[in-house]
């Protein structure tokens, strides 16, 4: 069965759940890029980190 985008996003966040918002968001960058591979992109990737204090 494949994975959802949801279950991708998760394993990319849960890879190093303590880092930093930038490492997530490099995390989930190189998930989608390997999902990706040399297919077109139609669209923009647009990710925001937060961190709650």
Known sequence: ???????????ALNAEPQ???KTLLQNIKKSVDEFV???LRYDDL???GVKLL
């Open 1 to 11: 069965m494949p994975m959802l985008v949801t279950d991708r996003m998760l394993a």
């Open 46 to 48: 647009t990710m925001l």
């Open 37 to 39: 591979g040399d297919a």
């Open 19 to 21: 880092a930093d918002p």
